[in-house]
């Protein structure tokens, strides 16, 4: 079949192309670039927004509290007006956690020692840069720490992260993208926690320990930046809560 006399062909070493074929090849040029910029706004619109956080591991600062050796290392700030503590898990520079040896023979005890913090939406720690914390002599009478409230046997369904990083380190510092440095994290002694999702996009963080109130960091690695449902004894010292559990009974789901 032979094409009609007026059908436009081009040939790639002629200076120009015949006026409908340009034509058409702009047109689609258009369509293409609005394609791709009408995919970029869909994709960046579907992307999650990190949350407000901040590592101030430049702002080192003194802090003052009664030291807590277990479940993890942690500071009771007084609070102002004398209305209770504020409970921090502390953690070291880089990716490990504060050793229970480095509370020496102060558990319990006012102390004072030189960090910065890192917070995230109700979730705040401390990184510990004292070699050792350092006894605060004061003639202020506080009283100490209280039995935690239990709330006995529940059942969570969450993302066990590395509670540095989650808590401002690193944002978002969750989710599988993040799954290697939470695992290299965790087993440098930061404590894990398990993060459930709140209606509103809101968070609650709980500190997870064994079912005697241990360490069980080697065992939930294999875990971390997954969906998994928990079921254990709940607790909450001050505003700190905590869920001990079998690390054998955390299902994946």
Avoid at 38 to 56: M, T
Avoid at 234 to 253: C, M, Q, R, V
């Amino acid at each position: 079949m032979k094409p009609a006399d007026n059908d436009e062909f081009f040939i790639g070493w002629q200076a120009h192309q015949p006026a409908e074929i340009r034509q058409s090849v702009r047109a689609l040029v258009v369509v293409l670039v609005l394609a791709v910029v009408g995919l970029g706004f869909v994709f960046s619109a579907a992307q999650r927004s990190p949350d407000l956080a901040a590592y101030e591991w430049t702002n080192v600062q003194t802090f003052a509290g009664i030291l807590q050796r277990s479940p993890y290392p942690h500071l009771l700030v007084p609070r102002p007006g004398g209305d209770g503590f504020s409970a921090y898990p502390m953690v070291a520079p880089t990716k490990f956690g504060v050793a229970p040896e480095w509370c020496g023979n102060l558990d319990g005890k006012m102390v004072t020692f030189d960090g910065g913090l890192i917070f995230r939406r109700g979730s705040t720690l401390i990184e510990v840069v004292s070699e050792a914390p350092a006894a605060l002599a004061t003639s202020t009478a506080f009283v100490g720490p209280s039995t935690p409230v239990e709330f006995g046997r529940q059942t969570l369904v969450g993302e066990i992260v590395d509670s540095k990083c989650y808590s401002g380190a690193m944002n978002p510092g969750h989710y599988k993208a993040h799954r290697a440095c939470a695992t290299v994290c965790v087993a440098g002694g930061i404590p894990p926690m398990l993060v459930v999702n709140t209606p509103g996009g809101g968070a609650t963080s709980f500190l997870l320990v064994g079912p005697n109130g241990e360490m069980i960091n080697e065992a939930v690695l294999r875990l971390l930046a997954r969906p998994v449902r928990i079921t254990g004894e709940l607790s909450l010292s001050y505003d700190l809560w905590i869920l001990s559990t079998d690390p054998a009974s955390i299902e994946l789901l």
